[in-house]
């Protein structure tokens, strides 16, 4: 099998390519991201969110979406719920990008998918998730992801196998997602559908449990916390990866390594992104 480029590649691709996407941004669409052997669609007006990853013909996604809760919030809100508007989506081949207002911040989220070869059920998808302070006053903001992966056999292992990365495992196909800029970082759960998207939803605060393991409808969350100084960004970097083997996983020196890098392209990126807003 023709191996899939490391995530290391992805992220860079993601970064540096600036997404000087051609054309106007399509408002309020179903965003459809292709590359080789890999589709997604992404539907950014409701918690279906990334609702279809196909990775030759097998469609591996159910659900992945992001809710937020800011220190004043008594609850977490998904990013698509009447506490945001949706202010930009564009989208071209593998790249997209969508961004949220919410009261004092924003929320950018680019995607960037690397499919693989024709038949080798491979592909990748880079995430970047930006959370701006546009007040006057620091803020804390708690950012959930949830995963709800759906393999044919219907039976499936969630396992994190460090606080940063978590495996999908079911009928011989592997799904790995790497967090690779750990600040912030705080909680993790594995658990059985609907258990986390439940909590997510109950208006009532969520902090996840750090359980690491889960076995059927296996779903699982991460749980950043920050307090961001007023004009400041911080930034959440991840990579998800769905392979026939079983995909490496990075040792905490490589992703210190990623980071350095991931830190000088972010500045070159910085730089463009006025210019993709303006497109």
Same mark, same amino acid.
């Given at each position: 099998?023709?191996?899939?480029?490391?995530?290391?590649?992805?992220?860079?691709?993601?970064?540096?390519?600036?997404?000087?996407?051609?054309?106007?941004? $399509?408002?309020a669409d179903i965003m459809t991201l292709t590359s080789q052997n890999s589709v997604i669609k992404i539907d950014p007006n409701s918690?279906?969110?990334?609702?279809?990853? @196909?990775?030759?013909?097998?469609?591996?996604?159910?659900?992945?979406?992001?809710?937020?809760? =800011?220190?004043?919030?008594?609850?977490? *809100?998904?990013?698509? =719920?009447?506490?945001?508007?949706?202010?930009?989506?564009?989208?071209?081949?593998?790249?997209?990008?969508?961004?949220?207002?919410?009261?004092?911040? +924003? +929320?950018? %989220?680019?995607?960037?998918?690397?499919?693989?070869?024709?038949?080798?059920?491979?592909?990748?998808?880079?995430?970047? %998730?930006?959370?701006?302070?546009?007040?006057?006053?620091?803020?804390?903001?708690?950012?959930?992801?949830?995963?709800?992966? #759906? !393999?044919s056999t219907g039976h499936d292992t969630v396992q994190f196998l460090n606080p940063y990365s978590v495996q999908q495992t079911a009928?011989?196909?592997?799904?790995?997602?790497?967090? @690779?800029? +750990?600040?912030?970082?705080?909680?993790?759960?594995?658990?059985? *559908?609907?258990?986390?998207?439940?909590?997510?939803?109950?208006? =009532?605060?969520?902090?996840?449990?750090?359980?690491?393991?889960? $076995?059927?409808?296996?779903?699982?969350? !991460?749980?950043?916390?920050?307090?961001?100084?007023?004009?400041?960004?911080? +930034?959440?970097?991840?990579?998800?990866? @769905?392979?026939?083997?079983?995909?490496?996983?990075?040792?905490?020196?490589? @992703?210190?390594?990623?980071?350095?890098?991931?830190?000088? #392209?972010?500045f070159t990126f910085s730089r463009r992104g006025a210019a993709f807003r303006s497109a």
């Amino acid at each position: 099998m023709r191996p899939l480029p490391n995530i290391t590649r992805g992220l860079i691709r993601l970064l540096a390519t600036g997404f000087l996407l051609a054309g106007h941004p $399509v408002w309020a669409d179903i965003m459809t991201l292709t590359s080789q052997n890999s589709v997604i669609k992404i539907d950014p007006n409701s918690q279906a969110g990334v609702y279809d990853w @196909v990775v030759d013909g097998t469609d591996v996604m159910y659900q992945q979406w992001f809710w937020i809760r =800011s220190g004043s919030d008594t609850h977490e *809100y998904s990013v698509d =719920s009447s506490n945001f508007n949706l202010t930009a989506e564009s989208y071209s081949g593998g790249r997209g990008l969508l961004a949220y207002a919410g009261h004092g911040y +924003t +929320t950018t %989220i680019r995607f960037s998918l690397l499919g693989g070869s024709p038949g080798s059920n491979a592909a990748d998808l880079s995430e970047i %998730i930006s959370l701006k302070n546009t007040g006057t006053a620091a803020l804390t903001l708690d950012f959930f992801q949830y995963a709800n992966i #759906v !393999f044919s056999t219907g039976h499936d292992t969630v396992q994190f196998l460090n606080p940063y990365s978590v495996q999908q495992t079911a009928g011989g196909i592997y799904l790995n997602e790497t967090v @690779v800029n +750990t600040n912030g970082l705080v909680h993790h759960e594995a658990n059985v *559908y609907p258990r986390v998207v439940n909590s997510l939803n109950d208006n =009532s605060i969520t902090t996840l449990s750090d359980s690491n393991y889960a $076995v059927g409808d296996a779903t699982w969350a !991460f749980q950043w916390e920050k307090t961001i100084a007023p004009g400041s960004t911080f +930034t959440i970097t991840k990579d998800i990866n @769905v392979v026939d083997p079983p995909p490496s996983i990075p040792e905490p020196a490589s @992703v210190l390594l990623l980071g350095s890098v991931l830190a000088v #392209v972010c500045f070159t990126f910085s730089r463009r992104g006025a210019a993709f807003r303006s497109a």
